[in-house]
């Protein structure tokens, strides 16, 4: 099976292809000290070590320990191979300044400019328990088994000095990190993911989601920022919305996912190709003319969301969407513009909702035998 490396320049889970399965968590952190803060980063960096590898974690495992006494891991991935799991940790504005100002573990200093909290977008609908975190953890694996493993066994290592806020499961990876990968679908049926920013873009990855020293804190260089959002789609009446509406909607076809100008997948978008009567081939209020970097002033994600359907409402709808996550250079230069963009104008709105929402300053990732975040700390 597949397995990345923890230890790097950059935390895997970024660049590394997409992987099938999500669980993504948020966790609040303690009235701790600063070093128990370190102490909680290095548990979970040596945790995320093992599980990468596909071992359990803690000294024992999960069942060669004191007969007597709990077992180290919960034993659930025992047999399982690691399954590509990738294990990125980001930190919350709230860790630097907490919400009454507090300065709780002497950070507020190293606060990136870029780690800001998100405007309000029109349109949002945000609930507070699906917001925000001091820590984020994002698990992805092509074994849904191996992501909640991760997640659970990280939440019951950090016992007593982080807790659990919120957490999402994702499956059907919306989005491709690689040339190499099939573009998959999301639940509106519409392949996900052809103009995302692809790792063997090199010289785009380095200039759209890779922080450096020089954007302000040192800190985070080598690192990226991830921002998070709940969308709930409306899917029943989408399923109600005939094939020519739903591509106008898009910008691009259903079945080959080529942009309305015309070509197959992988063309570029023509924005001024007209139609009859002049009218423009890909509309003016389209998701893809909205999101494209030729209207965002050169502004592009690294998008790296996942479906979810988490059961049903009380009407009988699927309460189902699309857990987005983007990685990026900078939130405020490219998530924030882009977001603004079709919150006012992307006839898409109609069939979304904004649910949850959170910006996370992801560290660069731990040399060998660290810890993430032992630039910061
Ligand atoms: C492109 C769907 C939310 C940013 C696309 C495409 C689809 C799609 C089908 C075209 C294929 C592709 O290039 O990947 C959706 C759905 C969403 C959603 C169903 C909500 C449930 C968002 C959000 C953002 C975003 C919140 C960012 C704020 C983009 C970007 C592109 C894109 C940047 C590429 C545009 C281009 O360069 O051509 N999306 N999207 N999307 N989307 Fe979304």
Redesign the pocket.
């Known amino acids: 099976g597949t397995v990345y490396p923890f230890f790097g320049e950059h935390q895997a889970g970024i660049v590394t292809p997409a992987q099938d399965r999500l669980h993504f968590a948020s966790f609040d952190v303690a009235d701790i000290t600063r070093d128990e803060l370190v102490g909680l980063l290095q548990d979970w960096s040596a945790a995320a070590v093992l599980m990468t590898a596909g071992t359990p974690v803690g000294t024992y495992g999960a069942v060669n320990g004191p007969y007597t006494a709990p077992p180290d891991d919960t034993g659930e991935a025992l047999d399982l191979p690691a399954a590509g799991l990738t294990i990125t940790f980001g930190f919350g504005s709230t860790l630097f300044t907490a919400a009454d100002g507090a300065d709780r573990f002497g950070l507020a200093g190293q606060r990136p400019s870029a780690l800001v909290e998100l405007p309000h977008f029109p349109g949002d609908m945000l609930t507070e328990a699906l917001t925000g975190g001091d820590l984020c953890i994002q698990a992805c694996s092509d074994d849904p088994q191996v992501a909640v493993h991760a997640i659970r066994n990280l939440s019951r290592i950090a016992f007593g000095r982080a807790s659990l806020r919120w957490s999402q499961l994702g499956f059907g990876r919306?989005?491709s990190t690689t040339t190499a990968q099939v573009?998959p679908r999301?639940?509106?049926g519409?392949?996900?993911?052809?103009?995302?920013i692809k790792a063997e873009q090199s010289d785009v990855v380095a200039d759209q989601v890779w922080a450096t020293r020089d954007d302000g804190a040192a800190w985070m260089h080598g690192g990226s920022y991830l921002v998070a959002?709940k969308?709930r789609?409306t899917i029943e009446t989408w399923d109600r919305t005939s094939l020519k509406d739903q591509e106008a909607i898009?910008?691009?076809t259903k079945g080959e996912?080529a942009p309305y100008s015309g070509g197959t997948e992988f063309s570029e978008?023509d924005f001024d190709a007209t139609g009859q009567g002049g009218a423009p081939l890909i509309a003016a209020d389209s998701?893809?003319r909205l999101?494209?970097?030729t209207q965002n002033s050169g502004a592009?994600?690294l998008?790296r969301g996942y479906n979810f359907v988490d059961g049903n409402d009380e009407l009988g709808r699927l309460n189902a969407?699309?857990f987005?996550i983007?990685y990026q250079r900078d939130a405020a230069k490219q998530?924030v513009p882009?977001?603004m963009n079709?919150a006012k104008n992307d006839a898409?709105n109609e069939y979304?909702r904004?649910v949850g929402s959170g910006l996370w300053a992801v560290p660069p990732g731990a040399s060998t035998g660290g810890w993430v975040g032992e630039t910061l700390l």
């Open positions: 919306t989005s573009t999301n639940l509106f519409f392949k996900d993911g052809t103009a995302n959002r969308i789609m898009v910008g691009r996912g978008p998701h893809v999101a494209h970097p592009q994600l998008r969407g699309l987005f983007s998530f882009i977001q079709l898409m979304l904004h």
